[in-house]
């Protein structure tokens, strides 16, 4: 039975084995991943799970330019199958690009449902911080992404042109 949990050192092994089955570069939707994190050394990978742990926090500063985010792993077990993030506010880049929520299941995990699973238990997250509407959005080719966000209620309110190539935007009321 899959699981969300808050990143932990203790999976370094496993995120490591997650990581490499989607290949190179930052593409797990979901983690927080960003180019400058070292995350193959047990001492980077720490830094790495407290900075994601402290971007949830209020009591935590955030850097200029970032907004608030808690992040879940989907884990089954050991195994980490995938990631989702809720972000907790909108900024144009988020309104544009990647919208309040942002999920990934490796390769190999796909076509079970979890994607459909965490988006669903991320909703009540997002319920809880006080939100009455999230933004999800998705790759314009991405059909099983596009199903997921449609399950759970999301209208697609367009698909945009982005830095990052074709978008459908989706907002999902709470």
């Not at 955030?62 to 907790?88: F, K, M, N, S």
């Not at 988020?94 to 238990?121: E, F, K």
Request: charged fraction near 25%.
């Amino acid at each position: 039975m899959p699981e969300l949990i808050a990143p932990t050192v203790r999976l370094h092994a496993a995120w490591l084995e997650a990581h490499a089955e989607w290949g190179p570069g930052l593409h797990e939707d979901g983690f927080g991943l960003r180019p400058s994190d070292e995350v193959r050394s047990p001492a980077g990978f720490a830094a790495w799970v407290r900075l994601l742990a402290d971007e949830s926090d209020p009591a935590k500063p955030l850097p200029a330019g970032q907004v608030r985010c808690t992040y879940r792993w989907i884990v089954e077990g050991d195994q980490v199958l995938g990631g989702i993030a809720l972000r907790h506010e909108l900024d144009d880049y988020l309104v544009r690009v990647a919208g309040h929520i942002g999920y990934g299941i490796r390769p190999s995990a796909r076509r079970r449902g979890l994607a459909t699973w965490a988006l669903g238990r991320m909703l009540g997250a997002a319920r809880a911080l006080g939100l009455d509407r999230v933004l999800v959005t998705c790759e314009v080719h991405n059909v099983a992404s596009a199903r997921t966000i449609e399950h759970h209620g999301g209208v697609l309110e367009d698909i945009r042109d982005t830095d990052l190539g074709a978008v459908r935007r989706y907002w999902i009321k709470l």
